[in-house]
């Protein structure tokens, strides 16, 4: 991966984290965006068409997104890896920028800084309200989820269960916002400067190729998950922020599993 000079992003910060060029960002973008879209609209059809029962297209979209997020973390790990040499947690914790918010004049961690989390849950809720394209059919997962298909495939089904809180996990925690609050955000302002965030939330959204219909409002996300996380320099409030939408889901589905 093209780099440009390695420079400590701060005094305090005593991991180096080497600054990625355009080319750079947009080949780490590719390797998470590409997968994800061949899976939902490749092979995920294909898998759909020799599959029997209830929501074959569901079930099979369930399985290759979170394959495809898994993904995603596998190439952190690998790029974190050869970046730093090691994979020890102090350095993984520096280099990924899981830690608290730090004040940007002084450097001093948490406190009073994580009540940024409030308005940004707040943004991230707003996203509901905006206007949206509507998703093709079978494609949407919380309309399925509180369909009558998705309760006959959740009823009673722990082991979908299990299948759904892997999707739901490296979606939010240890996949997409690993990826790009973690991983790209911290590399990105050597080649866009002050504007790092905008361009971080704009190939969030973008990435979505999967869900292309969600492109336009994940872009309100910007606010709730790129500027915050820069500003603090903390991928833990992106984390945080982002997950609220598995809570979301989580509690929708667990009712069904175990009425079922």
């Known amino acids: 991966m ?8 701060h005094p305090e910060d005593e991991v180096v984290i080497p600054q990625l060029r355009r080319r750079g960002v947009l080949a780490v973008w590719a390797a998470a965006a590409v997968p994800m879209g061949v899976l939902a609209w490749v092979v995920a059809p294909l898998v759909a068409d020799h599959l029997d029962g209830p929501a074959p297209l569901a079930r099979a979209l369930i399985v290759a ?10 190439l952190v790990v690998f790029l974190v890896r050869r970046e730093q040499g090691t994979l020890r947690w102090p350095v993984v914790r520096d280099a990924l920028w899981l830690r608290a918010p730090r004040n940007p004049r002084t450097g001093r961690p948490g406190g009073r800084l994580w009540l940024v ?11 509901q309200f905006l ?3 509507p998703a093709p059919s079978g494609r949407d997962l919380g309309v399925f989820l509180s369909s009558d298909a998705g ?3 959740l009823g009673g089904s722990w082991g979908w269960l299990a299948v759904l809180v892997v999707m739901f996990l490296f979606n939010t925690v240890l996949g997409e916002e690993l990826l790009f609050r973690g991983y790209l955000l911290p590399r990105m302002s050597g080649a866009f400067g002050r504007y790092d965030w905008v361009v971080n939330g704009l190939l969030f959204a973008c990435y979505h190729v999967h869900l292309p219909w969600a492109i336009p409002s ?3 996300d910007t606010f709730a998950l790129a500027l915050p996380s820069r ?8 984390i945080a922020v982002h997950s609220s939408q598995t809570v979301f ?3 929708l589905v667990l009712p069904i599993v175990l009425h079922g």
């Open 131 to 133: 206007p949206s394209v």
């Open 151 to 153: 309760s006959s495939l």
């Open 117 to 127: 989390l409030i308005p940004a849950f707040a943004f991230f809720a707003a996203e």
């Open 218 to 220: 994940i872009l309100f």
């Open 2 to 9: 093209s780099t440009a000079t390695a420079v400590p992003r």
């Open 249 to 251: 889901l989580l509690v």
């Open 231 to 238: 500003h603090y320099r903390s991928a833990l409030i992106g």
């Open 65 to 74: 997104l979170a394959g495809g997020l898994v993904w995603q973390f596998v």
